[in-house]
C-alpha cells in the first residue's frame, strides 16, 4: 500500500514538473500607459523599430493606440511583454502613416471584431465623395443608356471603399467623438505631410519631389489624438503630431475646457532647429501650461535632451517597454 501511495505522489510530482510554462501575461492597469513599439528602450529583449504603439486602460477598456510599422516585430514584442491583444477593446490609429498601422495586421488575425477608429483618409478606405458629371453635362442624353454611368443617375455619389480595412469593425473621424465619458478622440488635419523638407524653416530637397514647396503645404493630412480625463486633467496621447503638437494641445483644450496634464507620445520635432525646438517647448510649458510631457518616437534626439532639461522632474521617460502612470 505505501508502495501504491509513494508511485502515484512521485507521478504527480513528475506530472507537475512536466507542464507547459504559463505565458507571462501583462495586466494593463487603469491610470498607466506602455509603449509597445519604438525606437529606443532600456530593455534590451526588445526589437527596437522605428514606428510607435501604446497601450493603456480607461474605464474597464482596453485601448490600444497606434501598431507600429512591422507586423511581426509587433507581435514579438507584445508577446515580450505579454500583451494580450485578445482582450483590446479600442484601437485608435493617429493617422495613415505605415510606421502607426502596419501591427494591424497581426491584430486583425487575433482580434478581428475589435473596434478601430481612423482618421477621415481616402487613401485608407473612408467614403470617397466624387463627382462624375464632367464637361457638357448635357451631353449624356445623347448616349444610349448602357454607356451612361448608373444607367443615367445621379453622377455625383459617395463610394464606400473595402481596400485593406475590409470587414474591420472601423470608423473613420472627421471631427472629434467623445467614445466614453471623459475620453475624447481629438481629430486634427496637418498643413504640412510630414516630408521634412517641407516644413517651415527646411530647404527645400531638390530632386526629392518634382514640384515646388509650395505644393506640400494645404495637403490636410487627417489625424487623430486621445484625450483622457483625470483627476489633475487631460492626459494627451498623440501619435506623430504632424498637425504641431501645440496645435494639438490648444485643440485638446478648446474641446474639453481642461488643462493639460501630460502628453505622451511622439512630439515630431526631429525637423527643427535647436532655437525652433526650444520655442516651441516655451510654447508648451509655459504659454499652454502643459503640465508634464513624456516624449516618444519621432520627438528627435535634440528634443529629447531639451525637453528634459526644461521639464526636469516633469519629464517622463517613456521608451519601448516602459509603463508611465499618470
Not at 485601448?63 to 509587433?74: E, K, P, R
Not at 515646388?212 to 506623430?240: F, M, R, Y
Not at 527643427?272 to 508648451?284: E, G, H, P
Amino acid at each position: 500500500m505505501k508502495k501504491v501511495i509513494y508511485c502515484f505522489l512521485l507521478l504527480v510530482l513528475l506530472t507537475s514538473f512536466n507542464k507547459p510554462i504559463g505565458k507571462k501575461i501583462f495586466e494593463v492597469k487603469e491610470g498607466t500607459i506602455t509603449n509597445l513599439y519604438d525606437a529606443f528602450s532600456k530593455d534590451t529583449t526588445l526589437t527596437k523599430d522605428f514606428g510607435f504603439s501604446c497601450i493603456t486602460k480607461y474605464h474597464g477598456k482596453t485601448i490600444l493606440f497606434d501598431a507600429g510599422s512591422n507586423a511581426d516585430i509587433f507581435k514579438k514584442n507584445t508577446a515580450k511583454l505579454g500583451i494580450d491583444l485578445t482582450k483590446v477593446d479600442i484601437v485608435v490609429v493617429s493617422h495613415g502613416h505605415f510606421d502607426h498601422l502596419n501591427g494591424l495586421d497581426y491584430l486583425f488575425q487575433v482580434n478581428p471584431k475589435v473596434k478601430i477608429y481612423f482618421p477621415y483618409d481616402i487613401f485608407w478606405g473612408a467614403p470617397v465623395p466624387f463627382d462624375a458629371t464632367g464637361q457638357e453635362p448635357t451631353v449624356k442624353d445623347s448616349l444610349p443608356t448602357y454607356m451612361k454611368y448608373f444607367d443615367g443617375g445621379n453622377t455625383k455619389f459617395s463610394i464606400n471603399q473595402s481596400g485593406r480595412f475590409w470587414h474591420a469593425n472601423i470608423e473613420f473621424l472627421k471631427t472629434f467623438k467623445e467614445i466614453l465619458p471623459g475620453l475624447n478622440i481629438i481629430a486634427t488635419s496637418s498643413q504640412y505631410m510630414g516630408y521634412f523638407s517641407c516644413y517651415p524653416g527646411k530647404n527645400f530637397v531638390e530632386g526629392q519631389f518634382d514640384q515646388k514647396q509650395d505644393a506640400c503645404k494645404n495637403t490636410n493630412l487627417p489625424e487623430l489624438s486621445l484625450s483622457i480625463q483625470s483627476d489633475k486633467g487631460q492626459i494627451l496621447i498623440v501619435g506623430c503630431s504632424h498637425t504641431g503638437v501645440e496645435n494639438i494641445v490648444k485643440q485638446t483644450q478648446t474641446i474639453t475646457s481642461d488643462k493639460i496634464e501630460l502628453v505622451y507620445g511622439g512630439f515630431h520635432m526631429i525637423p527643427f532647429d535647436r532655437t525652433q525646438t526650444i520655442q516651441l517647448i516655451n510654447i508648451l510649458k509655459n504659454d499652454l501650461n502643459v503640465h508634464r510631457v513624456a516624449p516618444t518616437h519621432c520627438t528627435g534626439h535634440l528634443a529629447f535632451k531639451l525637453l528634459h532639461d526644461i521639464y526636469k522632474k516633469e519629464y517622463l521617460y517613456a521608451g519601448l517597454g516602459e509603463t508611465i502612470s499618470y
